[in-house]
């Protein structure tokens, strides 16, 4: 079971039967699947990355894509069902550590229909299967994680068995020691200036207090802050502002010290018609979207005030603490379509069992009625995916010319 032992309380910082007729699609905008406006700011081996390798290409242009999927589907709108949404979910965002696994990564969680992840993932599958040479397997793999989704829907308690790929990775790679870990991850850090430093301590001070009141089982030290440093990695992050800090963790030991990763969360779903954003601070949507879906364990998980200023900062961040074992999927690493196949199935459980509340009558229908317009769209799904996944190669193309 997933434990979050500092988690915000209360978010307050901040047609079958049931199912109606389904429109026709509508034609989709042609000339959004390009790098955002501004881009060109980004450091020129980023730049590089996203030239020569469409999965980053992919990955960077997540937006557009969400844009696409809410005008293709938009017709629909009324007869969908809002569920929470990844808001991103595809194939490199599935991440394992020692003791969990499954889909991470929930900067544009959100309230929408499903399709919104259903086109995504697919859409991950197409360029990861291209890009190791299965093409073929390609209707097999989207099938299964369809049906994945499916299980997790009608039985939210299903869980898959252990992808063969996280076994292996497990077994193969050489975790870090706690003082690797934590020289790593300094090493990371960029200098900030003062007033940023200063701002930062602040934000942990006020959770230091909240554990000194017992709101949380941290020890009152916990969060005395050692070392402060700018985050610059990421891929469809990578412009989000972001911070890095080791604090005092559970002792004054050295070998017990935390790092923790603060984040102001994305901002560029404003607009999407279709998904249903909450008056809610967008950190607090972040953090929810996390403890509904999110399988991972965290120490910490919160809130804290924006450390920098500024006409276009988001007024409060997310934070969260790094697991030393943690790793993400690469698709360069994926060694058979049955391990590419266990990833989408799995991550298909996820994302439906998560979806809607699992108790009460209401919740039942709901999940009903999510699955049997899946089955109703399931043509149309694959085919939205398959053609904005061509576009976004057509994009890609011209963007490295």
């Not at 969400?66 to 007869?79: E, L, P």
């Not at 020890?219 to 502002?241: N, W």
């Not at 249903?276 to 910490?300: F, I, K, N, Y």
């Not at 500024?310 to 049955?338: K, M």
Request: proline share 6%.
């Amino acid at each position: 079971m997933r434990r979050h032992r500092l988690v915000l309380a209360a978010l307050t910082l901040g047609m079958l039967h049931g199912v109606a007729p389904l429109a026709r699609e509508q034609q989709p905008r042609t000339d959004v699947l390009k790098v955002p406006e501004g881009s060109a700011r980004l450091p020129a081996e980023f730049m590089q990355l996203l030239q020569t390798n469409p999965y980053a290409f992919f990955r960077f242009v997540n937006r557009p894509w969400a844009s696409r999927v809410c005008d293709a589907f938009g017709r629909d709108r009324d007869a969908l069902v809002k569920v929470r949404l990844h808001g991103d979910a595809h194939v490199e965002q599935y991440a394992f550590t020692d003791t969990a696994y499954g889909l991470d990564d929930f900067d544009d969680t959100a309230e929408g229909p499903a399709v919104i992840d259903l086109v995504r993932f697919i859409g991950s599958i197409r360029v990861a299967a291209r890009d190791r040479g299965w093409t073929d397997q390609i209707d097999l793999i989207t099938d299964e994680f369809l049906r994945g989704y499916q299980r997790g829907l009608n039985d939210p308690t299903f869980r898959s068995d252990q992808p063969g790929f996280v076994t292996r990775m497990r077994q193969q790679r050489q975790v870090r020691t706690q003082a690797e870990f934590l020289s790593w991850a300094e090493g990371l850090m960029t200098p900030v200036p003062a007033d940023v430093e200063r701002a930062t301590r602040k934000g942990l001070e006020l959770l230091a207090a909240r554990a000194a009141t017992g709101e949380s089982r941290m020890p009152p030290g916990y969060f005395v802050v050692k070392r402060v440093g700018a985050l610059t990695v990421g891929v469809g992050s990578r412009r989000l502002p972001k911070l890095l800090v080791r604090v005092e963790g559970p002792s004054t030991a050295t070998a017990d010290d935390v790092i923790l990763e603060e984040k102001e969360p994305a901002a560029n779903l404003d607009g999407l018609e279709c998904l249903g954003l909450p008056a809610q601070s967008p950190a607090a949507r972040v953090v929810t979207g996390a403890q509904r879906v999110g399988r991972l364990d965290h120490e910490v998980l919160t809130l804290v005030p924006a450390p920098i200023q500024g006409p276009t900062v988001l007024r409060h961040w997310w934070i969260h603490d790094w697991s030393p074992s943690y790793s993400e999927v690469e698709i360069a690493l994926l060694e058979s379509p049955a391990e590419l196949i266990e990833l989408a199935q799995d991550a298909g459980v996820q994302l439906g069992s998560s979806c809607l509340p699992s108790l009460g009558a209401s919740a039942f229908e709901r999940r009903r009625r999510v699955s049997q317009s899946i089955v109703l769209l399931d043509s149309r799904i694959k085919d939205v995916a398959r053609r904005l996944t061509d576009e976004m190669y057509d994009a890609w193309k011209k963007f490295g010319n």
